[in-house]
């Protein structure tokens, strides 16, 4: 199974400091990305702790399916087990095709197995719910740490900006998180902190 454990902060950031941490580091690559989120009418997949996206790049594109770590390594920043499957961009767009149209359609791969197993209950049910389009920025940040920064926007054209520090160490992102917060003076609170993209394409649509 194509499977990974993702570990990040995930700050919300006010447009001027997005635009400072920005002109601050080198960016090392700037692309844009389509994300779209499936969800049952009850929705399920939130009730058992997950998200359920196909997301578009201009050449390829990928399904994934973020579950809930059985046996997680901390408890502060955002994590979670990413089951992906990788789609050609044809494949991909065929299925959103279908998705729009209302229909239901089969997620292919590891992603799919892993819906088809533990979720065939609702696995018909699923149904495209929401979006959203992402400028993406990566930058080489304190301690030779990737930064992400993303300005998406949602289906009702509401914009937000947001920082995200991915690394194995959450003592790394600890310390990251810490020195940009010195640096720039951004908030860290319940509110601008571990806030899903795909719950604020909800909160947006």
């Known amino acids: 199974m194509s499977q990974n454990l993702e570990i990040e902060a995930k700050i919300l950031l006010t447009k001027p400091t997005y635009q400072k ?7 090392k690559a700037s692309f844009n990305q389509q994300n779209f989120y499936f969800e049952t ?12 996206r196909i997301r578009l ?13 059985e046996n997680p390594q901390q408890a502060v920043f955002h994590e979670a087990l990413e089951i992906n499957s990788l789609l050609d961009l044809a494949v991909a767009q065929k299925l959103l095709k279908q998705a729009k149209a209302g229909q239901a359609i089969n997620f292919p791969g590891p992603v799919g197995d892993y819906l088809k197993q533990h979720f065939a209950n609702f696995y018909e049910q699923l149904r495209l719910a929401t979006w959203s389009k992402t400028l993406r920025k990566l930058l080489s940040g304190p301690h030779d740490t990737e930064l992400t920064l ?3 926007q949602y289906p009702d054209s509401f914009l937000d900006y947001e920082l995200e520090i991915e690394n194995n160490s959450p003592e790394q992102i600890k310390q990251v ?5 010195q640096k720039f003076g ?17 909160i947006h649509r």
């Open 177 to 181: 998180q810490t020195e940009l917060k």
């Open 186 to 202: 951004f908030t860290i609170n319940k509110a601008t902190t571990n806030q899903s993209k795909i719950g604020r394409a909800f």
């Open 21 to 27: 941490i920005l002109s601050s580091y080198p960016v």
């Open 41 to 52: 009418p009850d929705s399920q997949i939130r009730r058992h702790g997950c998200s359920l």
């Open 150 to 152: 993303d300005q998406t």
């Open 57 to 69: 790049y201009s050449d390829r594109a990928e399904a994934t399916l973020k579950v809930p770590d």
